[in-house]
Nanobody, 115 residues
């Protein structure tokens, strides 16, 4: 079992930056992979970025030049830094942990990109 708590969401202007945090209830070294996903109103949830226990990262093509996922094992926390945000980035952003075939989700953090 893994509990995940996201933080850092909010309102940001187009072109602005935001960093989301996801604190896990167990050490990151015991989790196969972590990821950030988002779900915009009326759309399906989609992957934004993932990072494996070995540190391998993967990004969605639409954001790969503007997003960075990282982890701090000392804090058992995963971050996603998003730059040059666009209005279509408005969504609920979820943290996900994958552990031996099981998936755990956080409660989500609202990000609104608007002027």
């Amino acid at each position: 079992q893994v509990q995940l708590v996201e933080s850092g969401g909010g309102l940001v202007q187009p072109g602005g930056s935001l960093r989301l945090s996801c604190a896990a209830s167990r050490i990151l070294g015991s989790i196969n992979s972590m990821g950030w996903y988002r779900q915009a109103p009326g759309k399906q949830r989609e992957m934004v970025a993932t990072i494996t226990r070995a540190g391998r990262t993967n990004y969605t093509d639409s954001m790969k030049d503007r997003v960075t996922i990282s982890s701090n094992n000392a804090k058992d926390t995963v971050y996603v830094q998003m730059n040059s945000l666009r209005r279509e980035g408005t969504a609920v952003y979820y943290c996900k942990a994958s552990l031996y075939g099981r998936h755990f989700w956080g409660q989500g953090a609202q990000v609104t990109v608007s002027s």
